[in-house]
């Protein structure tokens, strides 16, 4: 089994920061991939709603999105779909993972396959592509881009039999 590690010239702390960059997707309409720019917001916004409450446990909270308040079951839905995005990465890692890889290249491949972003460090770094990798796994993450771009809650209501009753 082939072993695929990062390249010798790639900076340790370099590939974090671009790797927590990458889990950025793009703006709220857009179609690119990852978990939105507008998902990050609410989460932290009510992160600091969750602080409050610590320090005011009789307090009412809630967060604000252009000066409206926002309403619980958005937070909830971005709460559940970073959890799904979470899982989806950590699933295509231990696929990719099993073909070799590092972890370290096996969730940069994950975040670059679920986020549509191409490239990533270690196996699929710049000047590397998908082609040693084993069939079963190009078909698995040609499925992971195809979730990943459709939005994951899409690919989600495809495969329950809820869907294909109605």
Partial sequence: MRRFTSSPGESAVTQVILFCLMLCGGCSSSTAGGIKVIRHVVLWKQTGNELRRILYPQ?????QLNKKVG??????????????Y??????TALVGATAGMDIF?????A???VGNLG??????????????????????????MIAGRLELWTVLV???PEYWRR
Wanted: positive net charge; hydrophobic residues 55%.
């Fill in 119 to 144: 490239t990533g460090f270690g196996a699929i770094g710049p000047g590397r592509d998908y082609s040693p990798f084993p069939d079963y796994l190009k078909w698995f993450y040609s499925f992971a």
């Fill in 86 to 91: 979470a899982a989806v990465l950590a699933v």
């Fill in 59 to 63: 307090g009412v909270f809630s967060i």
């Fill in 71 to 84: 309403r619980k079951d958005v937070v909830y839905g971005v709460a559940g779909f970073v959890f799904l």
């Fill in 158 to 160: 495809l495969f329950t």
């Fill in 111 to 113: 975040v670059a396959v």
């Fill in 105 to 109: 290249s096996a969730f940069s491949t």
